[in-house]
């Protein structure tokens, strides 16, 4: 199927085939006469997908990595800007000069794949709440035709952080042997009762903004943007560690020992958490949507592969399951519950690291000695 946009930059590969670059890329892959059928038995046609990749492919086809992103990334992965800079790039542990890597925008999405805040091709608006409900596994199904693209049948490795550790996952399970390699970074196989009280709060704020307008905000040429900004903040003090948190932005003596005369002022943003909290919800609210939080947030809190005890693993997949020992939303004891079901399901090879870190879930995309090199190491073996 041919790429749909029209700005692709591309070069050639040592097959002489045409190879993508990392401009981003545009493609239909089902359509409304060939829809995706997903977990719920519902039909969703047509279906964009916007990704980037950077590198060559070699001439055995052979040297793919494809990463899955988190909950508000988006197709744009690699150095010197994109949201995994400090693993994806030239020399770095997913080596651009080596690897042809790939990185899609989720399906959900809001940046370019088509999700809740896309044309309903039936109205010719937003579908917004008419979008059908997603399971992670939907996700992996438009990866595997992305693949089926691109011409690739196997790759040489598949990572992801958090949810994108989740697909990673899902993936094992969903197409034994399609994955040689797999990274499932700071990631859930079940969400405890504590993050799903975290995702409801972030869902309740957007879903109580008066500017939400059930769903269909576009109609009214607003956003919900208060509710958004607020799912933003919280969702952020979950990314933190409380210690990393108190060195960054230690409460300052107060200036004046009375409070401020005038209660507007008072109540404003005075302390630098606060108004780094600020920072976070401003840039959040230009590049992301509250559809499409609300979708993956979703899609996360009923993610349960394990629930299906026909499940299988490829027993010759290197699986490396990863996480951060200030990591308090998915810790070291979710990594082990993966690390275990995917022993049960097929006995995969299975590698479990525990990486010192104060920084909190946010390490799986920041420098931490010894992370880079442990997911080198996985890629080189």
Not at 48 to 64: C, F, K, M, S
Request: proline share 6%.
């Amino acid at each position: 199927m041919p790429a749909s946009s029209t700005d692709t930059a591309r070069r050639q590969s040592s097959t002489g085939a045409t190879v993508d670059t990392a401009a981003p890329q545009r493609v239909v892959l089902y359509t409304e006469d060939d829809p995706l059928t997903l977990a719920n038995g519902r039909a969703l046609g047509p279906v964009q997908v916007a990704y980037e990749t950077y590198g060559e492919l070699d001439t055995e086809r052979a040297n793919a990595v494809f990463l899955c992103h988190a909950l508000t990334g988006s197709a744009h992965a690699g150095a010197p800007d994109g949201w995994w800079r400090t693993l994806v790039g030239p020399r770095l542990a997913v080596d651009t000069e080596r690897f042809f890597v790939i990185c899609p925008n989720l399906l959900g999405g809001c940046s370019g794949t088509t999700g809740p805040s896309s044309p309903d091709p039936a109205t010719g608006s937003a579908y917004g709440l008419d979008f059908p409900p997603l399971a992670v596994t939907d996700l992996v199904a438009v990866h595997r035709r992305l693949l089926e693209h691109l011409e690739i049948d196997t790759l040489h490795a598949a990572l992801g952080g958090s949810l994108g550790g989740m697909q990673v996952l899902q993936w094992l399970l969903d197409a034994p042997g399609q994955i040689a390699r797999a990274a499932i970074i700071a990631a859930s196989s079940r969400l405890s009762a504590q993050n799903l009280a975290f995702s409801a709060a972030t869902r309740h704020a957007i879903l109580s903004d008066p500017a939400f307008h059930s769903g269909a905000y576009a109609l009214y040429s607003t956003r919900p943007s208060r509710g958004l900004s607020t799912a933003r903040r919280v969702g952020h003090i979950t990314y933190l560690a409380e210690a990393s948190m108190e060195a960054r932005f230690a409460r300052p003596p107060e200036p004046d020992p009375a409070p401020a005369a005038d209660a507007r002022e008072w109540l404003s943003s005075r302390y630098p958490v606060e108004t780094y909290l600020d920072h976070q919800a401003e840039t959040f609210l230009a590049r992301f949507d509250a559809l499409s939080y609300l979708w993956l947030s979703r899609v996360m809190d009923g993610f349960d592969p394990f629930a299906d005890r026909r499940a299988r693993a490829d027993p010759a997949t290197r699986a490396l399951v990863l996480s951060f020992s200030s990591d308090w939303r998915f810790g070291a004891a979710h990594s082990r519950r993966i690390a275990e079901g995917l022993r049960r399901r097929g006995g995969a090879q299975v590698t479990e690291a525990e990486i010192e870190s104060a920084l909190g879930h946010d390490s799986f995309l920041l420098e931490v000695p010894g992370y880079q090199e442990t997911v080198a190491r996985l890629l080189e073996d």
